[in-house]
C-alpha cells in the first residue's frame, strides 16, 4: 500500500473539570487526509484545502508531527500529505489535533504499525505543542485512541482509556468567531485556591467514577469548573445564555469545548441532545454571529481509515 485516505476527528478537551488532561472523540466532525509514499526523502505537504494553513513542513502541525516521527526512523524514501481541512482552525475541537494526528496515523499504517498507540500520541504533541506553546495530549489522545481519554501524564506519557456510557451524546456549537489557544492560555491564572482545587478534583474523579459506571447523576454533577471557564467564558459571546439554555433543555452539563470558542454539552440519549440543539440554536440565531451546531455520539473508534 503507497497511499491511504484517513478521517482525522475533532476532539472535545478538558471536558469542564479536566482542564489538560480529559478529552473525548467526536464522531461526525474532522477532516480528511491523504498520505502518500513517494521517492524522495523527507516530508511535504502537497495540497491543504479549505483553510489557508502553511505549506512549510516546520511551519504547519502535521508537517511537524510528521517530522518528529520520520526523524525517528531511517527511510530510504519520503511522505507527500494532502490535508482536506473541514475544522476551522481555532474553533476548540481539536482543529490543530487533528491535522497533528492524521500525518502520524497514516505514515504509520503505510510502514505497518512499527508504533503504538501512545508513540503516535508523542509525535503528534510536537505538531501541537508548536501551536499552542504547550504540550498537552487532551486533544490528540482522543483523536488517536478514540472514547474518552485521561492523560494522566504527558512525561512520561500516559494515556488512559476510559469508557464512556451507550447513550451519551453530545451537542457541539462552533461560532465563527477564533479563539487562539496560545492567548487563551495566556489568561489563566499561574495559581489557584485551594478551595477551587478540591472541588476541581473531586469533580474530574466523579466524572471518571460516572463514566466508568453508567451513573448520569454523577458525571451531571461533576460537569463543572471553578478554574478555566471563568476566565475563559468571557472570551465567548453569550456563553452563559447558551449553558442556562442547554441546562434548561436536560443537558448533564456545558462548558467550554478546549480553549473555546466552541461550547459542548452532553446529554442523556440522542433526543435530549436534539433538545439541546434546538434551545442552543434558538439563543445563537439571534446574535447575528454565524455558527455551526452538531449532535454527536461519542466516537470510541478514533482516527479511521477511509479508504
Ligand atoms: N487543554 C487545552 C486548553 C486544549 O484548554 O488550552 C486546547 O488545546
Not at 5 to 19: D, E, L, M, Q
Not at 60 to 72: C, D, F, K, P, T
Not at 256 to 281: R, Y
Request: hydrophobic share 40%; charged share 20%; glycine share 10%.
Amino acid at each position: 500500500m503507497n497511499e491511504i485516505k484517513i478521517f482525522s476527528p475533532g476532539t472535545v478537551a478538558n471536558v469542564s473539570c479536566g482542564f489538560d488532561v480529559m478529552g473525548f472523540c467526536l464522531d461526525n466532525v474532522g477532516d480528511e487526509m491523504v498520505i502518500r509514499k513517494i521517492d524522495q526523502k523527507g516530508i511535504r505537504i502537497s495540497k491543504i484545502e479549505g483553510f489557508d494553513l502553511p505549506y512549510e513542513v516546520d511551519k504547519n502541525v502535521a508537517g511537524i508531527s510528521a517530522l518528529a516521527m520520520y526523524e525517528a526512523l531511517n527511510l530510504d524514501f519520503g511522505f507527500e500529505i494532502e490535508i482536506y481541512k473541514k475544522i476551522k482552525p481555532g474553533s476548540g475541537i481539536g482543529s490543530s489535533a487533528a491535522s497533528a494526528v492524521g500525518s502520524v496515523f497514516g505514515m504509520n499504517e503505510l510502514l505497518n504499525r512499527p508504533f503504538n498507540k501512545t508513540e503516535l500520541t508523542e509525535f503528534a504533541m510536537k505538531g501541537e505543542a508548536f501551536i499552542s506553546k504547550s504540550e498537552h495530549a487532551d486533544n490528540i489522545g482522543p483523536a488517536i485512541f478514540g472514547g474518552f481519554i485521561l492523560a494522566k501524564s504527558v512525561s512520561p506519557l500516559q494515556i488512559l482509556e476510559i469508557p464512556s456510557p451507550i447513550d451519551l451524546y453530545a451537542t457541539i456549537i462552533h461560532p465563527q468567531i477564533e479563539i487562539k489557544t496560545a492567548d487563551a492560555r495566556a489568561l489563566l491564572p499561574k495559581e489557584v485556591s485551594l478551595q477551587d482545587a478540591i472541588k476541581q478534583w473531586a469533580n474530574l474523579g466523579g466524572l471518571v467514577h460516572g463514566l466508568h459506571t453508567g451513573d448520569y447523576e454523577v458525571i451531571k454533577s461533576s460537569l463543572q469548573d471553578v478554574i478555566v471557564e471563568p476566565h475563559r467564558s468571557k472570551l465567548i459571546p453569550h456563553f452563559n445564555h447558551v449553558k442556562k439554555a442547554a441546562l434548561n433543555a436536560g443537558a448533564l452539563g456545558s462548558g467550554i469545548s478546549g480553549s473555546g470558542p466552541s461550547i459542548f454539552s452532553l446529554s442523556k440519549g440522542q433526543e435530549t441532545a436534539l433538545n439541546v440543539k434546538d434551545a442552543i440554536e434558538k439563543i445563537y440565531s439571534k446574535t447575528g454571529i454565524d455558527f455551526d451546531i452538531h449532535v454527536s455520539k461519542i466516537n470510541t473508534q478514533g482516527i479511521k481509515i477511509l479508504n
